[in-house]
C-alpha cells in the first residue's frame, strides 16, 4: 500500500476516535445508555471505524513494504 495512502488512513482513523469518543460522552449518548445499557450507534461506529482507519493505515504505514 502506497504510505501516503496509509498516511490517509491513520490520520483519518484517528479523527474518527476522537469524534466516536466525543459522541460517547455527549448528553444523548449518556441518556441512551441509561435507558438501553449501550451508547448510541453513531457513537459506536465512529469508534469501530476510527479502530479500523488507525490498524489499517497503521499497518500500511509501519509494517509495510519498504521503499
Known sequence: ???????VFLVVGIVLL???FNASNSVASNV???VTGTPTDRSMWLIIL???G???G???FFAGRRG
Open 1 to 7: 500500500m502506497n504510505k501516503t495512502i496509509s498516511l
Open 18 to 20: 476522537v469524534f466516536g
Open 32 to 34: 441512551s445508555e441509561a
Open 50 to 52: 476510527g479502530v479500523v
Open 54 to 56: 488507525v490498524v489499517v
Open 58 to 60: 497503521g499497518l500500511g
